[in-house]
């Protein structure tokens, strides 16, 4: 399995309308490009005050061919209407996992 793991540091302020905006317009639009076949978000939890929330939102690919052409297809449109959306009142770095082991 392949994790593509996207990390967002959010303003306290749009907080709820980021969230309203991922689960209605955001993760369905990820979801229907066919290239994932889960998606789960999580929210950061830590003791540090850095000034707004972060949340880790995980997408599962079968393998990292749906990955790539997830990259070559759609991934610029999709990482665009974040931007569009809420601009520099949102902060993101991407990771990508691959899964070895689970229990």
Request: aromatic share 14%; hydrophobic share 40%.
């Amino acid at each position: 399995m392949f994790i593509y793991n996207v990390t967002t540091h959010v303003e306290l302020s749009i907080e709820s309308q980021w969230i309203d905006w991922m689960n209605v317009e955001y993760l369905p639009k990820m979801m229907k490009t066919g290239k994932f076949n889960k998606v789960v978000l999580f929210k950061v939890v830590t003791e540090e005050d850095m000034g707004g929330v972060s949340y880790a939102t995980q997408y599962h690919c079968s393998n990292r061919d749906d990955f790539e052409r997830y990259l070559s297809e759609d991934a610029l449109k999709l990482r665009n209407l974040a931007v569009e959306k809420f601009g520099e009142r949102i902060l993101s770095f991407n990771t990508e996992l691959e899964q070895i082991t689970s229990f």
